[in-house]
């Protein structure tokens, strides 16, 4: 009877003594706070890159969460005065105690899928101060001349249509606001074909989808390329019955102002005298002497005399 009852009050005495976590049979409770706060960051920033997704705007957006989140990652890699109930730092318990670490996998993919591959630091710089927690952020001087352009754009745009997404078809918007479009467009497009420069992918959607709107939607390059298409054609069409004129003019002058009478060689008669054999070409300077003494004595008989 002792001994049961000993049994049972041994494991609520050292239950007192325990972490207070959700669960105190938890190996891992004193850790367990700082991966929920680790959760945390990591789905803010998941939810502000979703957020931002059409179109992809993370860099210019999702700055902060991304600070946040790297910022407590580092914080998690160096828990080394904290410990599990066996004994291991809460840093080895959330990167290296088990097969799989959730927390490293969805940090990795953070940082080389979202931030990486939309290549924020083409247009932010951080730098970085985990240790005072004080991470300073800094935008390109590209992305801000980017930034103001766009806005002159769009400043435009708002004034001669009250910010109507879709001008009246009497709009002078395509005329009025094709200046500050071509600057953007201009600078933009000087950077892209720069080699060893990138903007992040923030612009690059950015400037899509103004050319779409500025295209597609307002039909602006449509109503200012139709003149010039039409020029274009007529200017064309009249060099190429130019040429065609100066061809045959020429023709007319090279033959003497007459028609020329072209020779049909298959009804002409066929050679009648003997043709005279050609010399092969392979045949030397030296062997020619030989040649003609041997022709002629052979023919009239009548001795050479070589002399040198």
């Not at 959700?22 to 960051?41: H, I, N, R, T």
């Not at 050319?211 to 200017?235: F, G, P, T, Y």
Request: charged residues 20%.
């Amino acid at each position: 009877m002792w001994i049961f009852l000993l049994l049972l009050i041994l494991p609520t005495l050292s239950l007192d003594h325990a972490p207070k976590t959700d669960d105190p049979w938890d190996l891992d409770g004193p850790c367990q706070k700082y991966v929920e706060k680790f959760a945390l960051v990591q789905s803010e920033m998941v939810a502000c890159a979703t957020n931002w997704s059409i179109p992809p705007k993370v860099c210019t957006n999702c700055f902060q969460q991304y600070i946040d989140f790297k910022q407590f990652e580092y914080y998690t890699k160096n828990l080394n005065d904290i410990f599990s109930l066996d004994n291991r730092s809460c840093s080895q318990v959330i990167y290296e105690n088990y097969v799989l670490s959730y927390s490293s996998d969805i940090s990795g993919a953070l940082t080389s899928k979202i931030w990486e591959q939309s290549r924020c630091d083409s247009c932010i710089t951080i730098n970085w101060n985990f240790p005072k927690n004080k991470s300073e952020v800094s935008f390109s001087d590209r992305t801000m001349q980017f930034q103001n352009r766009l806005y002159e754009w769009r400043n435009c745009v708002v004034n001669y249509t009250s910010g109507a997404v879709l001008p009246t078809n009497d709009s002078q918007i395509c005329t009025l606001c094709k200046q500050p479009f071509d600057d953007l467009f201009g600078f933009y497009w000087k950077i892209y074909i720069t080699p060893d420069v990138d903007f992040c992918v923030d612009v690059e959607t950015t400037m899509n989808d103004t050319i779409h709107l500025w295209n597609d939607v307002w039909m602006c390059a449509e109503k200012q390329d139709r003149k010039r298409d039409i020029v274009s054609v007529l200017l064309t069409f009249g060099i190429l019955l130019f040429l065609t004129f100066l061809f045959y003019t020429a023709s007319y002058i090279q033959g003497g102002g007459e028609a020329r009478n072209l020779i049909r060689y298959s009804r002409l008669d066929p050679p009648q005298h003997q043709r005279s054999r050609l010399i092969s070409s392979g045949m030397s300077d030296l062997d020619l002497p030989s040649r003609s003494t041997t022709t002629v004595s052979s023919n009239y008989s009548i001795p050479i005399h070589q002399t040198r």
